[in-house]
């Protein structure tokens, strides 16, 4: 895989690319069974400190068992878990320097907000003020501070997913994990809280382990996203890479929408894969560097938004990556109009093109005959 | 009572030990509390069925002194015998009491479940917020003296009760009926006092169904007498399971109810155990009566805790990967 | 949803309470009756009352009665609650048939053959009979309707609340008292309660287990009974029927006040969201 560095990064933070950078949360060869069932499959990770790292995957791919190994919920059968250094088997949830914002909150029904935030530092016998003024600090960390004496039911669903934050920084873990905790919030505020919590993860200088089904939700807010399949990890890396340099048809199809066309390799030749496939029948060259062999069998992989749309062929000779179509169906989001071109070979390749004008009527409509183009370093061609 | 599920060899030390001694401790004092006053009992009543009676303290031979040695135990175990339960089985008066508290215990259970039926599915059908009232009501009577309650009957089915006095006034009837005494009084207190045990079930398991079942079936043309029969009643079939083990078992051994509305050809095996004990002093005889009754009442107990187990789905839960 | 509120259904209801409370209203009713004869109405008179209050059996009956009540109903709440953590939380231990059986198997067992065998025990182990060995029995046959009773909330409870609370930093035994049990605490009173009841209610078994000088109400009544009943009895039946309704009452206003409170609370902090 192309270890060079694909888009615009965020900020000049990238621990797994240096060598001298220490693990700080670090799975070792870990298999988790219960009876017949293996959760986890001899999986190994390393995670680093001030990372916002995110377990991405569908239910039951076991992103949830292998962070409740963290919390200490649950034991590896095989293997182990480090966290900055040592080592964690053995230690119940109750000593470990981690804590947990569970997906349904947790809220302790008969305690008041302050009770809540309070209730892990009394475990550790802090003296009176030092807890009262923690609590406070986290309540205005969280904007709570007018709440401290509500109850968890005098709350409402934004209020309380904030206090159970509140209460799971308030005994500054080395480690937060985060499961699914944007899942019961609607659109809009899901969004102002991704960005309140990269906000608060950086500020704190913290390690975030956010465990989610959503992929939006991970692109969002991760430094670097595990996408996992049936207790493996299938590829990690960063937003950026996971979503132009999938390494599977897996990871490809699992975030955000791609054509895949099904084929062979024609030739590898000086970084330019061509590919041939019945779908187009024209030829398809991908500037890759790729480890396989003329006749291989792969997929091509592109993006709907690379895919170019327009009425006018794209020239004599046909160049490579332009295939003719009929649009099949249109679909209208607002932002974006999303073509369905149907190709001679029966096909369908979906094309997405942003509205960038008011224009009610497009020039390219249903039945139209179109011609769809592509550049040569838009897609990647995929082995597994 | 660890949160945690920790699998073979991966614990440390301490913390196995002190997981250990907790979560034994909240075991072991029911179970041997329950072993203790539950389980021994009946091991005793067993070994008294095998005993004879003694005119002595305690009233029957032999007395298993532990203290007494290994020689003393066999000789006294050497003096057991089958011969109660023989004279059970060849007197024909314990047959028919045997028989006849099965058969008034079952009799009566069909008639809590025809009484009960309305009551519970009038319930489940009333107004949402009315049920909770509903059912403190069905509940409030469980709170006053069963006994009184009972007693109260008496009062009025006697010849000169209120029951005939209203029957009489009404001029449905010119003599007075003769239901105290009679195992009719018996088939009333038995549904009087046992109606919650019916109704609570069936109201839960009635009051848990789809309501758009009955819809769908209307819609596809089904008559609401049919939609009953094919859909709420099956549906509502363990609850009848449960209330009919909650009212049969029991019963079948009741005394209260017998003794004060039954007559004296009303035969409840309760009754007979209850007189052997007291009246005769007969012990051996009581014990090996009770026996045989847990006997015929075994299979129905076992039934009735492995239907109550699944349905609190208490052994542990599936992780969740 | 729509609920048929049928004539058959509102009909089978009512005639069914009617059926229920009739024995009881016949009581009260004649509590209060100048003659002590049930079936005669011979005026109103509050004497059965007097003459209760001087009763010195019944009432030393009712007080052996609710003492034997309070400690079996105390002790087997804490036994009880012990048994349904062991059946909730413990999965498959070892044994664990033989005990749920034992748990079981008391709910449904005819109480001649619990007293009878109660009985034997004490006297096989040389206990004087007397208020320790009914409380004895009490215990145990009660211990297994709290069981049931807790068993029913812990299934139901949210796990997450415990594991949270260990994530913090509490130990197993500090996170189930500070945080499970202060939750299913309704089901614990509710299952003291049940027990209490039960105890109150007993006849046979209390009559089996008794001793000299711990004659209970139940005992007191049914030898009464046998003899020709003093409307004394109705009289004692009445209060206590009166005390359990005003606690109900009580009860039910008190948890409807706190629902209206909690109403109010969250469509506040809804509309503040």
Known sequence: MAAKAVGPVRRKFAPWNDPSAKPFIEFRNVTKRFGDFTAIDRLSLVIYEREFFALLGPSGCGKTTLMRMVAGFEEPTE????????????????????????????????????????????????????????????????????????????????????????????????????????????????????????????????????????????????????????????????????????????????????????GHIASVKDGVVRFESVATGTPIEVVQELDASPGDHAWFAIRPEKVSIALARPGEPLPPNSVEGEVWDIGYLGDVSIYHVRLPSGAILKSTIANATRLVERPITWDDKVWLTWARDSGVVLTK | MTAAAPTAGTGSESKARRGFSLRWLVVAVPYLWLT???????????????????????????????????????????????????????????????????????????????????????????????????????????????????????????????????????????????????????????????????????????????QTLLEAAADLGSPPFRSFWQITFPLSLPGVVAGCFLVFIPATGEFVIPDLLGGSNTLMIGRTLWSEFFSNRNWPIASAVAVVLLLLLVVPIVLFQNRAEKEQGAIGKAPVP | MIARTSWFNVTSVTLGLAFLYLPIVLLVVYSFNESRLVTVWAGFSTKWYVSLFQN??????????????????????????????????????????????????????????????????????????????????????????????????????????????????????????????????????????????????????????????????????????????????????????????????????????????????????????
């Open chain 2, 36 to 210: 203790a006053f539950f389980l021994v009992p009946f091991l005793i009543v067993i070994k008294i069925s095998l005993s004879q009676r003694a005119v002595a303290r305690p009233p029957y031979v032999p007395v298993i002194d532990l203290s007494a040695g290994i020689e003393a135990l066999i000789a006294a175990i050497q003096q057991f015998s089958f011969d109660n339960y023989i004279w059970l089985t060849q007197n024909p008066l314990y047959l028919r009491a045997y028989g006849s508290s099965l058969w008034i215990a079952g009799i009566s259970t069909l008639l809590v479940l025809l009484v009960g039926y309305p009551i519970a599915y009038g319930m489940a059908r009333a107004p949402r917020r009315w049920q909770p009232t509903l059912v403190m009501l069905v509940i409030l009577p469980f709170w006053t003296s069963f006994l009184i309650r009972v007693y109260a009957w008496v009062g009025i089915l006697k010849r000169e009760g209120l029951l005939n006095q209203f029957l009489m006034s009404l001029g449905v009837i010119g003599e007075p009926l003769t239901i105290l005494n009679t195992n009719w009084a018996v088939y009333i207190g038995i549904v009087y006092s046992y109606l919650p045990f019916m109704v609570l079930p069936l109201y839960a398991a009635l009051e848990k169904m789809d």
């Open chain 3, 56 to 273: 010195r059996s019944l009432l030393d009956a009712a007080w052996v009665t609710l003492r034997v009540a309070f400690v079996s109903a105390t002790i087997a709440t804490v036994l009880g609650t012990l048994a349904a953590i062991a059946l909730v939380r413990h999965g498959r231990f070892r044994g664990r048939a033989l005990f749920s059986g034992m748990i079981y198997a008391p709910l449904v067992m005819p109480d001649v053959i619990t007293g009878l065998s109660m009985l034997l025990f004490f006297i096989a182990v040389g206990l004087d009979r007397g208020f320790w060995t009914i409380t004895l029995a009490h215990i145990t046959f009660s211990m297994c309707f709290v069981a049931i009773v807790v068993q029913a909330r812990l299934v139901t409870f949210d796990m997450s609340l415990e594991e949270a609370a260990l994530d913090l930093g509490a130990p197993p035994l500090k996170a189930f008292l500070l945080i499970t049990l202060p939750i299913v605490m309704p089901a614990v009173v509710a299952g003291w309660m049940l027990a209490f009841t039960l105890s109150l209610d007993d006849l046979v078994i209390a009559s089996f287990t008794t001793g000299p000088g711990a004659t209970t109400l139940p005992m007191k009544i049914y030898s009464s009974v046998r003899l020709g009943v003093t409307p004394e009895i109705n009289a004692a039946c009445t209060i206590l029927i009166g005390i359990v309704t005003a606690g109900v009452i009580a009860a039910s206003i008190f948890t409807k006040r706190r629902e209206i409170e909690r109403r109010r609370a969250e469509r506040l902090a809804a509309q503040q969201a």
């Open chain 1, 79 to 262: 293997g182990h878990v480090f966290l900055d250094g040592e080592d964690l088997v053995g230690v119940p949830p109750y000593r470990r320097p981690v804590n947990m914002m569970f997906q349904s909150y947790a809220l302790f029904p008969h305690m008041t907000v302050a009770g809540n935030i309070a209730f892990g530092l009394k475990q550790d016998r802090m003296p009176k003020a030092e807890i009262e003024r923690r609590v406070e600090e986290m309540l205005a960390l969280v904007q709570l501070t007018k709440f401290a004496h509500r109850k968890p039911h005098q709350l409402s669903g934004g209020q309380r997913q904030r206090v159970a934050l509140a209460r799971s920084l308030a005994k500054k873990p080395k480690v937060l994990l985060l499961d699914e905790p944007l899942a019961a919030l609607d659109k809009k505020l899901r969004e102002e809280t991704q960005f309140e919590l990269t906000d608060l993860q950086q500020k704190l200088g913290l390690t975030f382990l956010i465990v989610t089904h959503d992929q939006e939700e991970a692109m969002t807010v991760a430094d670097r996203i595990a996408v996992m399949d049936h207790g493996r990890i299938v590829q990690i890396a960063t937003p950026a890479e996971i979503y132009e340099q999938p390494n599977s048809r897996y990871v490809a199809d699992f975030i955000g929408d791609i054509n895949l066309l099904e």
